[in-house]
């Protein structure tokens, strides 16, 4: 069992810039990649981002591209999603996700574990 402890997200003007945290622990061993998908209100899960075990590959959906950065730190087990000009368009609840391997996806289904969920609030 993998275990994903999210931290960070609230409430923030557009144009401004929030930090989301997933922390993994339990049995992480391996190679492993990790993601991030958000769901606003009203509509189903959606991918945002997605990097590979070794950092070096990472995959956004087109709407964040420029904006938003997905990175890791395997030393700490933890993903991040650095989030700058926000739109209020951006207004979800985010979620991460892992899964075995090397290779990132952008399928939700292909994710093994996710997170509790961070409600991100951009006000315009």
């Known amino acids: 069992q993998v275990q994903l402890v999210q931290s960070g997200g609230g409430l923030v003007q557009a144009g401004g810039s929030l930090r989301l945290s997933c922390a993994a622990s339990g049995r992480t061993f391996g190679t492993y990649t990790m993601g991030w998908f958000c769901q606003a209100p009203g509509k189903e899960r959606e991918f945002v981002a997605a990097i590979s075990w070794s950092g070096g590959t990472t995959y956004y959906t087109d709407s964040v591209k420029g904006r938003f950065t997905i990175s890791r730190d395997n030393a700490k087990n933890t993903v991040y999603l650095q989030m700058n000009s926000l739109k209020p368009e951006d207004t979800a609840v985010y979620y991460c996700?892992?899964?075995?391997?090397?290779?990132?996806?952008?399928?939700?289904?292909?994710?093994?574990?996710w997170g509790q969920g961070t409600q991100v609030t951009v006000s315009s």
């Open positions: 996700a892992i899964r075995r391997g090397l290779r990132p996806t952008t399928e939700e289904n292909e994710y093994d574990y």
